[in-house]
């Protein structure tokens, strides 16, 4: 059975950043050392994160006065983070992703305009809620057409738009169209993370020339979900899994070639035992038909 990877797969370079930041940064943090959700979402880097002695909370963080507090790559809204870095008892290391940043810096300078900031991305994803926040919470999210085509645009306003850097390409260009007939003079920024854009292209292409697919990450994460979401739409014999564990030896059945493909918060390790699994699968297939 042949593997054939994405040419981009696993770690993203924001989320690179992030884990080296941390790693490189621990020894020197003030404790206790906190982080506000998921550091990127997987369950298995969250783990490693805790064995390094670093609380994870999913409660109110504003909360917090001392120590160290790590923000997460996928950001946090500036004014909160403002308001954290003014408690002289408190360190931020801030891991907010570039291409997250650039978002946030986008709808500010939007709602600077006066212009009411739309944002197509999931309303519960912290992301999304960090973009919000840039925009002095007066945006407005969508997280579908069908949500837009029922928004009744104000006609003495002024309209932006943004999306969430994970957002599924395709659906956006769709949202984009809807937009521009509804709010002719709205300006649209496509802050889909080119990272993203290219994965989701890879599996597309992957999913037409294989006999299954298999996309390797956490249930928790929006961009690993879009990718197999993709692929499941063109290759029915795709699957999704988090870790070795989940996979089944029957999924392999008189296939010829897997395609792999990974979100951008999967770690390399978790691929490799994923890949090894697969291998070991193929040599006792061999070894039955010899």
Known sequence: MKIIFAKEIGFCFGAKKALKMVEDNLPKLKKPIKMYGSLVHNEQVAKHLKRMGIEIIIDDFKKIKKGTLIITAHGISPTIKNELRRKPDLDLLDTTC?????????????????????????????????????????????SSKEELLKFKPDKNKKYGLVAQTTQNFEKFKEFEKIAKRKIPKIIIFNTICRTSLKRQAEIRKLAKKVDAVLIIGSSTSANTKRLYQISLKINPGTFFVKTVRDLKKEWFKNKKNVGIGAGASTPDWIINKVVKKLKVYDSKKENKEN
């Open 98 to 142: 570039p291409i997250v940043a650039l978002a946030q810096k986008t709808a500010e300078l939007l709602e600077k305009e006066n212009r009411e900031v739309l944002i197509f991305g999931d309303p519960k994803h912290v992301e999304v809620l960090g973009i919000k926040g840039a925009a002095k919470e007066k945006a407005t999210i969508f």
